[in-house]
T-cell receptor, first 113, second 114 residues
Framework: GENVEQHPSTLSVQEGDSAVIKCTYS??????FPWYKQELGKRPQLIID?????GEKKDQRIAVTLNKTAKHFSLHITETQPEDSAVYFC????????????FGQGTELSVKP | EADIYQTPRYLVIGTGKKITLECSQT?????MYWYQQDPGMELHLIHY???????EKGDLSSESTVSRIRTEHFPLTLESARPSHTSQYLCASSDPGKGGTEAFFGQGTRLTVV
């Protein structure tokens, strides 16, 4: 089955700096890669996703890149703000496995004012 | 408003009791999931359903069981709760769509077994 590895487990940046979180996956048939943000005490919510036919996707300060050959994808947050502080999860899904979402271990991002 | 609902939000129960965690969604999604999450940590898939009468176990072994008799309802049952079952349980649902689509999560049930 799919295995998703996420790094780093914790990340601390100064407000205004950029943050990068990286994930690798094992199943070459995976074709959907979402990123979720979970604030303390709240449910995970989708912030951006990318499909395997696209190499990069941007949404304002957030971008995701995908390297299918290397089987890794990354989340980039620019101009970080204190409200970006949360736990971020990457995930991978394969049509061959019925679209089950398998999550990475999570990254706790702290943005210091 | 279309959403996914979990009850109860918090549950404290004694060892050996049978419990059922409820999950209902009004979004018409075929796929539903149960994840187990310890505070601030990884989301482990414990059960998955493609649709009515279709369930399978996830990657993390769990002593819980699930049923899917109706599209909108996906309850999780523990026959005999133990302290090791203490955790947060998150239910989610998504459209069938080829290759995966956004999963929407419920608020979660925080279970404590004493």
């Amino acid at each position: 089955g799919e295995n998703v590895e996420q790094h780093p487990s914790t990340l601390s940046v100064q407000e205004g700096d950029s943050a990068v979180i990286k994930c690798t996956y094992s199943d070459s048939a995976s074709n959907y890669f979402p990123w979720y943000k979970q604030e303390l005490g709240k449910r995970p919510q989708l912030i951006i996703d990318i499909r395997s036919n696209v190499g990069e996707k941007k949404d304002q300060r957030i971008a995701v890149t995908l390297n299918k050959t290397a089987k890794h994808f990354s989340l980039h947050i620019t101009e970080t703000q204190p409200e970006d502080s949360a736990v971020y999860f990457c995930a991978a899904s394969s049509y061959n496995q019925g679209g089950k979402l398998i999550f990475g271990q999570g990254t706790e991002l702290s943005v210091k004012p | 408003e279309a959403d996914i609902y979990q009850t109860p939000r918090y549950l404290v129960i004694g060892t050996g009791k049978k419990i059922t965690l409820e999950c209902s969604q009004t979004m018409g999604h075929d796929k539903m999931y149960w994840y187990q999450q310890d505070p601030g940590m990884e989301l482990h898939l414990i059960h998955y359903s493609y649709g009515v009468n279709s369930t399978e176990k996830g990657d993390l072994s769990s002593e819980s069981t699930v049923s899917r008799i109706r599209t909108e309802h996906f309850p999780l049952t523990l026959e005999s709760a133990r302290p090791s079952h203490t955790s947060q349980y998150l239910c989610a649902s998504s459209d069938p769509g080829k290759g995966g689509t956004e999963a929407f999560f419920g608020q979660g049930t925080r279970l404590t077994v004493v």
